[in-house]
């Protein structure tokens, strides 16, 4: 596991490099150059200032998102009815262009902070409640039986039987959850806000400087990709625990 | 009633008795008009836009550029998943990456595209690309690995090539996975294209949002918005639809 995993990150370099000198440096800064300049940016304050901005409003979105994501999930999974009503009309927002309601979400919520969290909890919580809603759809109905035996309250299912067998599958959905957040965030931050990685990011493509757009999509990556591999590496401990 | 009727009703209710508030809320001048005109306008407005025509090349131009990222995404999925389905170390290696690829800010890479390609169809058209291409390897590579050994073996009887095998055996039997493959291309290319054009493009659909947008002009604005999401639902719909049909005749074969 560990061995591909540094392969293909070494690859993705080489590739990166490749296309470097392929499309020339206007177009694409050379890897090292770009780990280089993303390590003398890092400590800068400005920098920092950016990456808080982000990291708040990412971090208030990815809240939400998850609370909002399996309160739904679990309101409606336990009844059979109500999955199959609400499934379809999930998987349909699910497939809609989540970028055509941002400028409702701006004129509803004005530029700035708010604006930024509702369009990252928009993009997350939706995918929460789909993984959400399957998990307690897949619980084994012995496991329901035995609690409707054991004579367990509504409250005490949910938290001694339900989540921990849904757990699995519910982390699955954290994990997508997770990452389109993280995207409508930064998306978010891309229009009519003044600080924050999308914001670097839009100014960066308008003076088309290469260095600053590759080093913040590389810091975006491995940050996406860190976190997923490590709630990937969770939910399959989860999964093999069974 | 029967059971699939009340479903039916129980969803037209939960999108219906929404819209009917919100309405309500904007006529009784609880939403400002200048935040969102009544749902009711909006339809009458993109009635009025499609009648008029002038955006006519707009739509056009997206729905052209979502095809070519959708058709191109599902062509070389499932040839990649079938090619990879065969290549074990290869497919190992692959593996890890194809996990946190959705984890990656796709849009980041918008602004490269830009500069390499231009400011074309093509940067809009390699985002649809891109997002909706690992939905369809994966996809075929879980279909593939459906297929009972017993029909690759029955194949080899008939001494059928690896070609033959692909297309008449076991790509026709993972065609429910293949489908879902397919259905999850059809959204990540209308996301990934009209997104690509909201943030920076001359033309299209999300390009005349941002424009309206920009502008302040409510009157296109939101009625193109309405456009979007009935377009991008009734395609997830019909592909839906198929897909369940695809499923029964098959016995709910999974």
């Known amino acids: ?242 | 009633m029967s059971r699939a009727r009340r479903i039916a009703l129980y969803q037209a209710l939960a999108v219906a008795i929404p819209v009917l508030l919100l309405e309500v809320a904007c006529r009784v001048g609880l939403i400002q008009p200048l935040t969102m005109p009544t749902p009711s306008s909006m339809v009458v407005g993109l009635v009025e836009i499609l009648a008029s025509g002038r955006i006519n090349a707009a739509i056009l131009k997206t729905l052209a550029n979502v095809a070519a990222a959708f058709v191109l995404a599902s062509v070389a999925g499932v040839a990649l998943g079938a090619l990879l389905h065969r290549a074990a170390p290869v497919r190992r290696l692959l593996e890890p990456l194809f996990s946190t690829y959705y984890a990656i800010p796709i849009y980041a890479f918008y602004p490269l595209f830009i500069v390499v390609f231009g400011l074309g169809d093509a940067p809009q058209v390699l985002i649809g690309f891109m997002l909706a291409l690992v939905a369809v390897i994966v996809s075929t590579l879980n279909g593939l690995d459906s297929v009972p050994r017993v029909l690759i073996k029955t194949a080899r009887v008939c001494r059928m090539n690896a070609v033959q095998t692909a297309t008449q055996v076991t790509l026709p039997y993972a065609a429910p996975h293949l489908f879902t493959g397919v259905k999850l291309a059809a959204a990540y290319s209308f996301i990934g294209v009209i997104g690509a054009e909201f943030i920076m493009s001359q033309s299209g659909l999300g390009y005349e949002i941002r424009f309206a947008f920009d502008n302040l002009d409510n009157q296109v604005m939101y009625p193109l918005i309405l456009l979007i999401l009935v377009v991008s639902v009734t395609v997830n719909f019909t592909l839906d639809h198929w897909d369940k049909a695809l499923r029964a005749r098959r016995g709910a074969a999974r």
């Open chain 1, 1 to 242: 596991m560990k061995a591909p995993l540094a392969l293909i990150v070494l690859l993705l370099l080489l590739l990166w490099q490749g296309v470097h000198m392929l499309a020339g440096p206007d177009a694409l800064a050379p890897p090292l150059q770009t780990i280089a300049y993303l390590g003398a940016q890092l400590p800068t304050p400005e920098f920092q200032a950016h990456i808080l901005a982000t990291g708040s409003a990412f971090a208030l979105a990815v809240a939400i998102a998850i609370a909002g994501g399996l309160a739904i999930g679990l309101a409606t999974g336990l009844s059979q009815t109500a999955t199959e009503v609400v499934e379809p009309l999930l998987l349909a927002g699910n497939s809609i262009p989540k970028i055509a309601l941002y400028p409702i979400v701006l004129l509803l919520f004005g530029i700035g902070m708010p604006a930024k969290v509702a369009f990252g909890a928009i993009h997350g919580v939706i995918p929460v409640a789909i993984f959400t809603m399957s998990a307690c759809r897949n619980i084994a109905p012995v496991l329901l039986k035995s609690a409707a035996v054991m004579r367990l309250s509504r409250l005490d299912r949910i938290g001694s039987i339900l989540l921990p067998a849904a757990l699995p599958e519910i982390v699955t959905g954290l994990r997508m959850g997770f990452s389109l957040t993280l995207i409508g965030t930064v998306l978010g931050e891309m229009f009519g806000a003044q600080s924050g990685l999308g914001y670097l990011l839009m100014t960066a493509i308008g003076l088309q400087n290469t260095q600053v757009i590759m080093a913040v999509t590389l810091l975006l990556v491995v940050f996406a990709a860190g976190v997923s591999t490590a709630l990937l590496a969770y939910e399959r401990r989860l999964r093999s625990r069974t």
